[in-house]
T-cell receptor, first 115, second 111 residues
């Protein structure tokens, strides 16, 4: 089945630890996005990538890092510099065209908590 | 920056009635506006996209309107069913051509 796979579903971070969230897609989409969702709030854009080996900061990039070495994969690292990492993290993709004039396809998220 | 307002209080309606959800935006005039459904613990699922030159868009029991003068979009579900219970997110594009998501409105349809 075509889709977006995020793993793990639940993740716990210790103080001072970096953790990496996985996002894999088999939709052959060029663009990929990472969002953060806090309870009762809208999704906020962390990073996005429109092509392999290129990515841009979103609205809340501080304390996060990404890489885009393969078209299918866009991992997000939550670094120890992110002081409030507890949230629901969502990965999305879009095909050819702009990020807002076509549907975004989402994975089922990773819930990150602090131990 | 762009601000999106959706009613944060849950909307409770009876099965069979029409649900109407509101999305208001400020500080920018979007060219596109999208609506998504999100179930607990899941990612959002795309429902409809409407362009600034379209007043109304329909898909089965769903209807979206886009009033660029009022800076408002309305999302309607006719003949609502308990299975329609979910959180609905509106997402206009911003000046950077990225989507800006509202906090969502939770809809509860009672049998």
């Amino acid at each position: 089945d075509g889709g977006i796979t995020q793993s793990p579903k639940y993740l716990f971070r210790k103080e001072g630890q970096n953790v990496t969230l996985s996002c894999e897609q088999n939709l052959n989409h060029d663009a990929m996005y990472w969002y953060r969702q806090d309870p009762g709030q809208g999704l906020r854009l962390i990073y996005y990538s429109q092509i392999v080996n290129d990515f841009q900061k979103g609205d809340i990039a501080e304390g996060y890092s990404v890489s885009r070495e393969k078209k299918e994969s866009f991992p997000l690292t939550v670094t120890s510099a992110q002081k409030n990492p507890t949230a629901f993290y969502l990965c999305a993709t879009t095909g050819t065209g702009g990020p807002s004039n076509q549907p975004q396809h989402f994975g089922d998220g990773t819930r990150l908590s602090i131990l | 920056s762009q601000k999106i307002e959706q009613n944060s209080e849950a909307l409770n309606i009876q099965e069979g009635k029409t649900a109407t959800l509101t999305c208001n935006y400020t500080n920018y005039s979007p060219a596109y506006l999208q609506w998504y459904r999100q179930d607990p613990g899941r990612g959002p699922v795309f429902l409809l996209l409407i362009r600034e030159n379209e007043k109304e868009k329909r898909k089965e029991r769903l209807k979206v309107t886009f009033d660029t003068t009022l800076k408002q979009s309305l999302f309607h579900i006719t003949a609502s069913q308990p299975a329609d219970s979910a959180t609905y997110l509106c997402a206009p594009n911003n000046a950077g051509n990225m989507l800006t998501f509202g906090g969502g409105t939770r809809l509860m349809v009672k049998p």
